[in-house]
């Protein structure tokens, strides 16, 4: 079979590239709202195939230590539901969760007996490279595996790389960055640190006025313009030269991790100016964030009681990115959608977490907030990407502007997201339509069927 790639004509089988895998529904990347699609797939009667570049599922959740899932609740109730719930009993069964933090090594364990439950197929070390397209209807992806070159042929596909690396190799048409200057928010490479004497720790923070309600709930966090009970310490230590600071100014953050005494979690050091989608750009962000990560520790160690044995434990295997291409969908999510606390009829995930952007090029972050009680809804046409057929895209790289973005790219959403592509690919499998023609009441009533909320309430 000869098939178009990005840019030339790829023969598959017959003595070309060997197939690997064809199946009902084919998911590119096992992240946040990856593991969730390929379960929601398959748990739909979808024969699913799940290719990761890593050797474990979890994405920016497991290999960039992003181990906050964020509130995703409404006047006490949980907007997000669905798998995203079950996910939280899992790791709570464990003792390794408090319904917001979560073990990164805990969770990589669940992701795989869940996925293993589900019947879904499992390829790690796979890096998809290329789209195979028949005409503008994208039927798999040529992949770099130990072997060489392999083709994963598939009914539907899922961009969950976050990037939307399949979408724009298939030709949807993408947006990056802010629309003023194409500017991303900073990236961040976050650590662990161990050796950690968090009585100390906390005795420490709380002298200084910073609440610490038990050992397990240790939380710091500063930005110009937000926590300030420690905002003196890390300023001097910045105007000193001992905390790494450029355009980005300070920020630092860092909790306890659940079940792990003595150990510390950093969500930075942020870095500014990284391009997601560039392995250069991403290369120089890690060296540089590990270069700023002992010149940190080095910071806390001397000023910071608690700290005086800290060590590097690990620092994240990725480059933490909050965002980089975004689809051009079939519906743009808009930060007037945000303010105005939009409902849409094929809502597939609701929200209420701010629109949260770290500054590109100046200090600090800037968050806008909803009032009290009310939500946005997100469509399930922001997940249709233009131009292209059988191809889903879920994630932080849906169809949003950059403000709007920075109020959908966290964990609950992306797994909501993920739920509904998983659940439409399969149905789209089945009923040999695409995802564009799909029934969306019927996917709506599908999904409320798993426990999900969404459509209009």
């Given at each position: ?17 060997p197939?690997?895998?064809d ?42 230590l992003?181990?906050?899932i ?20 899992r ?14 090594e ?20 796979t890096q998809?490279?290329d ?14 595996a130990?072997?060489g ?7 539907q ?5 976050g ?29 662990i ?8 720790l906390?005795s ?25 009970n ?65 010149k940190l520790l ?8 608690g700290f005086?044995k ?8 990725m480059?933490?990115?909050r ?11 808009t ?7 939009a409902?849409f ?5 609701k929200?209420r ?17 909803l ?8 469509p ?8 292209v ?39 789209c499998?089945?009923?040999?339509v ?18 999900a ?5």
């Open positions: 079979m000869t098939l178009r790639s990005r840019n030339y004509r790829v023969t598959v089988g017959d003595g070309g590239v197939v690997a895998a199946s009902d529904v084919l998911v590119v990347g096992g992240g946040t709202a990856g593991v969730v699609a390929a379960l929601a797939a398959a748990r739909n009667g979808a024969n699913t195939v799940l290719i990761e570049n890593l050797g474990f599922l979890g994405g920016s959740q497991s290999a960039a992003v181990t906050p964020m509130d995703f609740h409404c006047d006490g109730k949980p907007l997000i539901t669905g798998i995203h719930l079950e996910m939280i009993d790791v709570n069964a464990l003792g390794e969760n408090d319904g917001v933090w979560h073990n990164p805990v969770l990589k364990r669940v992701y795989e007996d869940m996925c293993a439950e589900a019947s879904v197929e499992l390829r790690y070390y998809a490279v789209v195979l397209m028949s005409g503008k209807s994208i039927v798999g992806v040529l992949a770099a130990k072997a070159l392999e083709g994963f042929l598939a009914k596909v899922i961009d969950c790389t990037d939307a690396d399949v979408a724009v190799a298939a030709g949807v048409p993408c947006q990056k960055g802010r629309e003023s200057d194409g500017m991303n928010q900073p990236a961040s490479l976050r650590f640190a161990g050796g950690v004497d968090a009585e100390r906390a420490f923070l709380r002298g200084r006025g910073h609440p610490v309600p038990d050992l397990a709930h240790i939380e710091v966090g500063y930005a110009k313009g937000g926590a300030q420690l905002g003196d310490l890390w300023e001097a230590g910045a105007a000193r030269g001992e905390i790494p600071a450029g355009d980005e100014g300070v920020y630092i953050q860092f909790f306890a991790l659940p079940g792990c005494p003595g150990l510390v979690a950093f969500n930075c050091p942020r870095v500014c100016r990284v391009d997601g989608t560039d392995s250069a750009s991403l290369t120089w962000a890690a060296i540089e964030g590990r270069r700023r990560i002992e080095s910071f806390c160690r001397r000023n910071i009681p005086e800290a060590f590097v434990a690990l620092s994240a295997p480059v933490g990115i965002e980089s291409r975004r689809i051009e969908g079939e519906y743009t999510l930060v007037h959608d945000f303010m105005a606390a409902k009829p094929d809502a597939v995930a929200s977490y701010p629109v949260d952007i770290h500054n590109p090029d100046r200090e600090g972050v800037t968050v806008i907030t009032p009290p009680g009310d939500y946005h809804d997100i399930y046409r922001c997940l249709v990407p233009k131009v057929n059988q191809l889903l895209v879920a994630g932080r790289c849906v169809s949003a502007t950059f403000e709007a973005q920075a109020a959908i790219r966290v964990q609950a959403n992306c797994r909501a997201l993920g739920e509904a592509a998983g659940t439409a690919a399969a149905m499998a089945a009923e040999g695409t995802p564009r023609r799909l029934n969306r009441p019927k996917l709506i009533e599908r999904l409320r069927a798993q426990g909320r969404v459509g209009a309430d």
